[in-house]
Structures are given as C-alpha cells and as structure tokens.
C-alpha cells in the first residue's frame, strides 16, 4: 500500500467504528447460560440485605446491659441455627444460644462471641466473661442492600459475581443483548485447511480459526464461512453471505495489490467505506466499512496484523453492539521493560509479557520476526502502545498497555 494513502489515527478509527455501530435488540435467557453476556436492564434488589438482623458470629444473643465489667451468668433459652426464627424474646438474665446467619431474638441487642464465653453450671447456662457493646455482631436488616435499589447498572458484563448476583435477586431469566452473528471469512489462493499438510506455495489458513475464538471471546456468535480463493466469482458469493451478518469480518487482499479484491468487491455490494487505512504498526492495511446495519472489516492476511485489528478495532465494536457500558480498549498502565524505538509515523502495538514488578506492573517487549509471527503472540498477554515519534523510548517509560482478555 503507498504511503501516500491517507491514514486515520487509532483513536479515530475507535471513534468512528464506535460512533457507527448500533445497538442489537435484545433477549431473556436462562440464568446458567448468561455467563459472558451483557445485561440489558438494570437489575434492582426485591428485598433488603440482609432480610433481617442477623448474627454475623456463632456466640451468645445478650441483652448488653446485663453484663457488667466482670461478665455475666445468664440463662439459655433457646437456640437459633440459621434457618429457623427464634420463638421466645430474651428478658433480663436470659440469652440465646445463635449461629451465624440466624434472626437475632426480640430483647437481644447484641451478641457475645462463644469465645468469650464458658460453660455455666448446668446445660442451661452460659458464663458471659466480658461486657459486649449493643449493636456488636449484629447485621442490620437492609444495612448492605435496601430493596429498590439498583445492583446492577445496564450494561454490566455478566461474570461470576454478576450471575451471584443474579440469583440473589431472583432472575432466573436475565434480559441480555442479543449476540452479533460475526462473518468469518479468509481470503487468498494460498490458503489450505489446518487439516491439510501445505504443499508447494500453499499455507495454512490461522486466520479464520483465530478470529472464530476471537469472536467468540468478545461476546460474539462466530459464522466461519471459509476460505474464498481469489478468483472473482466465489469470492463474490462468499462475501454476499458475509454481508448478511451483524459484522463480516474478511482477512486477507486488502491492500492495494493487484488480486487485493475484497475492496472493490466491498464496493461494488453496497458497502460504503468509512476509512481504509489506520496509523498503526502492525494492521495499516484495516479497512471499516457499513451496509445497512451491517458492519464490515477488512483485516490484513498477516496473523499478528489480524489478530491486532481484531483486539483494537472490532472487539470494541462486538462489544458496543451489546450495549457494554466500557466499549473502547481499557488500556492500565505499566512501565516499559526495555528501551523501544518508536515508529516516525505509527502508533506501534508490540506483543508483550505483563509481570509484576516492584514499581506496578512492568511491560517486556517480546521479540518477534515480524508481523506472520503468532509465536510472539503465544508468548505474550499484552499489547504495548508505543506512540509514534523519532526517539527511542527508554527502560522505565511509563506506557499503557492492553491486556489479553481472550484467554
Ligand atoms: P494479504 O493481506 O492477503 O496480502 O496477506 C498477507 C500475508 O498474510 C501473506 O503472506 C498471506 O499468505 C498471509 N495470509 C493471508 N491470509 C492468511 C490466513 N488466513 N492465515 C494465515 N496467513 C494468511
Ligand atoms: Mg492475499
């Protein structure tokens, strides 16, 4: 591709793909199946947290003020599992015996925990060895969650606790965003099967099953419509049946080579270009474009490129389909491993290890060939934003970065 191209920051390009994609509609689905997805609809707490007031220890429910500085012998009344309400109010000289999670007695304002307590004279008394202050072991009703209110905003990916959640409020079905039916297509004459040994100039096509787990990872339902070699006719029908999913994702000719087809093609469907060609190292070659409600990305042949473009472009726009509340890359902080040298006119992505260091987190580059060497990418977990310029950046340079969230 000539340099002369015009190219679009990053961060325009995150803009416009962002600012093109709508919102699917939506659906209720069994609570098991909703790990991964995004919520549609706030959900609100039906009861206080905790439903009543509760021990938060395994002791002794006491009136406080029958305990003076040197404890108290009192009588047991009762005992509370939790599980079972208390039946008798506690009166003066008289306790519970109560266990974690169950309804503190009426009369009762505090409980003494069983380790300051020891065995009175009989099975029916309990020797209190030191005062307790009203209100100690003792959760309010409705101290952590009032009833109404809201604990999970729209938007909200569902991950464990939100599922925990979820159940504490009683959804068993939960309103989520449909998923995008993500088109997967690999284009180029050369491209064989990963069941097939390559022969003569052919390879093996990586590029479709990784952007399948890709999809799949970003929330996506993955269409793996094959490989298109790149004579005009198959190449055509294939990209047709791409162009009626939610996103179409075609890897491969979308430079400006002679048999780089997929953009005239694009054209030629309807498709209008929104921009091709991004300020970054690997992936320039990207290209975004929409048809209707259709969203559709040009992804370079190179794995790594492809596999950038993926985590920087169009997992954001997967995302933004389902209404996620935080659909641009979150990228943290860290600090650069060892020096870099920058890119004159492109933001650089580098495959990178995250460790722990002393300071926060530290970024090492991992050293790779060039942008068909997915083994940097096996051996990486983050991507590294080196702005362009014509310095080197140094050990120790405060970076951001952006984490693996696909595995
Ligand atoms: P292209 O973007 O078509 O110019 O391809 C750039 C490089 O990526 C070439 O070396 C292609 O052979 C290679 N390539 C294209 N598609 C794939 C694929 N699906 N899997 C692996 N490599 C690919
Ligand atoms: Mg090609």
Aim: glycine letters at 12%; charged letters at 20%.
């Amino acid at each position: 591709m000539p340099d002369e191209r015009p190219m679009i920051s990053w961060e325009q390009a995150v803009e416009t793909v962002l600012s093109r994609t709508g919102l699917l509609g939506t659906e209720k689905i069994p609570l098991a199946d909703a790990r991964n997805r995004i919520l549609a609809a706030a959900v609100r707490a039906d009861v206080d947290s905790p439903p009543f007031d509760r021990s938060a220890m395994d002791g002794y429910a006491v009136r406080s003020a029958d305990i003076g500085p040197a404890g108290a012998d009192l009588e047991i009344i009762e005992k509370i599992a939790a599980g079972s309400l208390p039946t008798l109010p506690i009166g003066p000289g008289q306790t519970a015996r109560i266990f974690t999670g169950a309804p503190i007695p009426e009369g009762a304002d505090a409980v003494q925990i069983q380790e300051r307590t020891e065995a009175g004279e009989s099975e029916r008394k309990v020797r209190i060895l030191e005062p307790v202050p009203p209100g100690e072991n003792i959760r309010r009703q409705g101290e952590e969650v009032r009833a109404g209110q809201v604990v999970l905003e729209k938007g909200s990916p569902i991950g464990a606790a939100e599922i925990g959640m979820l159940a504490w409020t009683g959804n068993d079905q939960v309103p989520v965003a449909r998923r995008p039916r993500v088109s997967i297509l690999s284009t180029g004459d050369e491209l064989v099967e990963p069941g097939i040994l390559p022969a003569g100039a052919q390879i093996r096509n990586s590029n479709g099953p990784m952007l399948t787990a890709l999809a799949a990872a970003a929330g996506g339902n993955p269409d793996y419509l094959g490989i298109a070699g790149d004579e005009p006719g198959p190449l055509r029908a294939l990209m047709a049946r791409g162009l009626s999913a939610d996103l179409f994702l075609v890897s491969g000719g979308v430079s400006v080579g002679q048999r780089d087809r997929v953009r005239p093609f694009l054209e030629e469907m309807g498709v209008a270009i929104e921009f091709h060609g991004v300020a970054i190292r690997p992936g320039k070659p990207a290209l975004f474009g929409r048809r209707g409600e259709t969203l559709v990305f040009g992804l370079p042949g190179n794995p790594v490129s492809c596999l950038v473009i993926f985590r920087c472009l169009v997992a954001p726009a997967i995302r933004k389909l389902q209404g996620h509340r935080q659909p641009s890359p979150l990228l943290i902080p860290a600090t650069l491993g060892r020096p870099v040298r920058r890119n004159r006119k492109r933001l650089l992505f580098l495959q990178a290890r995250l460790e722990p260091g002393p300071g926060g987190l530290v970024a090492e580059p991992v050293s790779t060939t060039g942008s068909a060497d997915l083994q940097s990418v096996v051996r990486s977990n983050a991507m590294i934003l080196i702005p362009a310029g014509a310095d080197t950046l140094p050990a120790g340079a405060a970076v951001m970065v952006l984490p693996d969230e696909s595995r």
